[in-house]
C-alpha cells in the first residue's frame, strides 16, 4: 500500500506517505468492510427523480446529521417503495464512498417506510386532499346497470382472484368478460392499471371490441405496502375520470384504499364485486315467476270486477222491447203519413207538368228556328273570311313591289363608294400628323442638344460631383481632402482636393440645374400633340 520512500524518508522519517487515490481507496475499503450492511432510518431529503442514467440521488438527513444517498438503475425497479421529499424510510445497503469527491454514502439496495405511521400519514395526507378537490363525492357515483351485457375486469390474469370471479360469473348469470392484464403489484403497477381504466373508457360503442357496461377494478389481501398502488394520485384519477362505472374490489373487507373511496361502489371481496355486478340466474327466473303470477292474479281480479260492474249496469238498464217499442210506434205513425205526403206530392207535380207543357213551343219548331240561326251566321262568316283573305291579299302585294332587290343593290352601291372616300381622306389626314409631328420632334431634339449641358463641357467646361454623385457648384462647398469626380467633353477623372483659395467673385459657377428646364416645355408640347392625333 505504502509507495517508495521519498527524500522525507532518507531523512530519517518513518510516516508511510500516500497518493491521493491510494488514500481514497484505502478509506472506501474501509468503509465498506466496517459497515458491509446496514439500516439506516432517516426523512428524504433532496428527491428530484430519477437522474437521466436511470440512478436515483439523493440524501437521508436527521435533526443532528445529513449522509448521501444513491440508488443505482437496477436496483430503482425493484424497490416496492419510492422516496418522496419529506418521507421517513429504512434504507437497508452498504456505506461506501465516492474517491472523486472525498465524501460517503449509503448504496440503498432496499427501502421501506418507518414504521406504519408514516404512510398512513401519507395515506391521509393524500384523502384529504382528494375529498378537498370533491372526487368522494356522492353527487359523482352513478348506479350500476341492472343487466350488464359486457364486464371489464383489470387485475392479475395469473392470479387466483380472475378464477374465482370467472366461477362467479358463471354460477350467478353467465355474461361477457373482458379481461385488461395488469400488474397489481410492484414497479409498472400504477401506471398499467391506470392505463386499463383509461382504455376501457377509451372503446367506442358498436366498434370490433364491445364497450363495457362496469368496470370491476380487483385485487386480493395483502398489506398495505402491498395495496399502496391503488392509493396512486394516477390510478385515483383515472378511476374518477372513467365514464364508465367502476366496483372497487381491491383487498379484503377489512383493506380499503382511495380507490375504494372514488369508486361508484366498493364490493369488500373481488367475489362479491362479481355477484354486484350481475343478478344471479336463479334469483331472476324466481323473480319472474312471483311477478308472472302477480300478473295473472292482477288481471283475473280487474276481470272479476268489471263482470260485476257490467252486470251491476245491465241491472239498471230497461228491457229492450221497453227501448224499442215507442220508436217502433212513432216509425209507424210516420210511413201511414209518408203514404198520403207523397200521392199528394205526385199529383201536384203532374197537373204542374201539364200547365208548362201547354205553354212551351214543339220540339220541331225550335229545331227549324235553330237551323235558320246557324245558316245566317254561316253566310257572314263565309263575306267575312273573303273579305280578310282579299285585304291579306293586297298588302302582300303592296310590300313585296317595295322588296325589290334592285334598291337595295344601288343603295350598297354608294355606301361603298363613300367608304372609299372617307378612307383616303383619314389616311392623308394620318400622313400628314405624322409628318408634322416628326418635324416638331426634330425640333425639340435640337433645341435640347443645343441647351444641354454637354455642349458646355464641348466649349472647354468642366463639372464637379463629389463622390456620392452631389453637384459642387461653389468652392465653399468643397472639403479639403475630399473625394471628387470632374467630368470633361471627352470623359471622367478622380481627384482629391487640396487647401481651397479664395477666388474672384466675377464669374458664376457653372450650375446643370437651368440646362435641364428648357426640355419640360418641350416635352409637354410633343404629349399634346400627340394627344391630338389620336
Known amino acids: 500500500m505504502a509507495s517508495p520512500p521519498s527524500a522525507a524518508n532518507t531523512a530519517g522519517n518513518n510516516v508511510a506517505e500516500f497518493t491521493v487515490s491510494e488514500l481514497s481507496n484505502a478509506v472506501k475499503r474501509a468503509l465498506e468492510d466496517g459497515f458491509g450492511h446496514v439500516r439506516l432510518r432517516g426523512e428524504v431529503s433532496g428527491y428530484r427523480g430519477p437522474h437521466a442514467s436511470g440512478h436515483c440521488y439523493f440524501s437521508l438527513k436527521d435533526d443532528k446529521a445529513k449522509i448521501d444517498a444513491v440508488v443505482w438503475r437496477g436496483n430503482w425497479n425493484r424497490l416496492k ?24 454514502q449509503i448504496v440503498i439496495e432496499a427501502l421501506e417506510p418507518a414504521g406504519l405511521g408514516a404512510l398512513m400519514a401519507q395515506l391521509e395526507e393524500r384523502k384529504r386532499r ?3 378537490e370533491g372526487l368522494f363525492a356522492d353527487e359523482r357515483k352513478r348506479p350500476l346497470p341492472y343487466l350488464p351485457k359486457v364486464v371489464g375486469i383489470v387485475t392479475s390474469p395469473t392470479g387466483a382472484v380472475i378464477r374465482d370471479m370467472l366461477h362467479g360469473f358463471q354460477e350467478r348469470f353467465p355474461t361477457r368478460v373482458i379481461v385488461w392484464p395488469v400488474r397489481v403489484q410492484g414497479e409498472g403497477s400504477v401506471a398499467e392499471v391506470a392505463n386499463a381504466v383509461r382504455g376501457f373508457n377509451a372503446i367506442q360503442p358498436g366498434g ?8 370491476i377494478v380487483a385485487r386480493g389481501g395483502g398489506s398495505l405496502e402491498d395495496l399502496w398502488g391503488f392509493n396512486d394520485e394516477m390510478v385515483v384519477r383515472a378511476v374518477a375520470a372513467s365514464t364508465i362505472p367502476v366496483i372497487s374490489a381491491v383487498g379484503h373487507e377489512t383493506d380499503w384504499t382511495l ?8 364490493a369488500p371481496t373481488p367475489t362479491k364485486a362479481a355477484e354486484w355486478a350481475v343478478p344471479k340466474h336463479s334469483d331472476l327466473l324466481s323473480e319472474t315467476g312471483k311477478l308472472g303470477l302477480r300478473l295473472t292474479v292482477a288481471i283475473r281480479r280487474l276481470l272479476e270486477a268489471l263482470r260485476r260492474d257490467l252486470k251491476s249496469a245491465e241491472r239498471g238498464l230497461p228491457r229492450v222491447e221497453d227501448l224499442v217499442a215507442g220508436p217502433r210506434q212513432r216509425l209507424d205513425h210516420v210511413a201511414h203519413r209518408l203514404d198520403g205526403a207523397l200521392r199528394t206530392r205526385v199529383q201536384r207535380s203532374h197537373t204542374r207538368f201539364l200547365q208548362v207543357a201547354g205553354r212551351m213551343p214543339s220540339p220541331r219548331s225550335l229545331v227549324a228556328h235553330h237551323r235558320q240561326r246557324i245558316d245566317a251566321t254561316g253566310n257572314r262568316l263565309g263575306r267575312a273570311l273573303f273579305a280578310n283573305t282579299q285585304a291579306h291579299h293586297t298588302r302582300h302585294a303592296r310590300v313585296s313591289a317595295r322588296l325589290r332587290p334592285a334598291p337595295i343593290s344601288l343603295r350598297i352601291e354608294r355606301c361603298g363608294e363613300r367608304l372609299d372616300t372617307l378612307t383616303r381622306r383619314i389616311e392623308r389626314a394620318l400622313a400628314a400628323t405624322l409628318a408634322q409631328r416628326r418635324n416638331a420632334l426634330d425640333a425639340n431634339a435640337k433645341l435640347l442638344g443645343t441647351l444641354g449641358y454637354h455642349s458646355v463641357l464641348a466649349r472647354g467646361f468642366a463639372l464637379v460631383r ?11 462647398a468643397v472639403t479639403p481632402g475630399e473625394d471628387v469626380e470632374i467630368e470633361f467633353s471627352d470623359g471622367r477623372i478622380a481627384a482629391e482636393t487640396k487647401a481651397v483659395a479664395p477666388a474672384a467673385r466675377a464669374a458664376k459657377p457653372l450650375d446643370a440645374k437651368p440646362l435641364e428646364k428648357p426640355a419640360a416645355p418641350a416635352q409637354r408640347r410633343s404629349d399634346k400633340d400627340q394627344g391630338s392625333l389620336f
Open 130 to 132: 382528494f375529498a378537498a
Open 81 to 104: 417503495i419510492k422516496p418522496e421529499e419529506g418521507m421517513e424510510v429504512i434504507a437497508t445497503g452498504k456505506i461506501s464512498s465516492f474517491p472523486g469527491s472525498s465524501k460517503y
Open 208 to 215: 370490433p371490441i364491445p364497450r363495457p357496461d362496469v368496470l
Open 259 to 266: 380507490i375504494d373511496l372514488v369508486a361508484d361502489a366498493r
Open 466 to 476: 463629389k463622390a456620392d454623385g452631389t453637384m459642387l457648384r461653389s468652392a465653399r
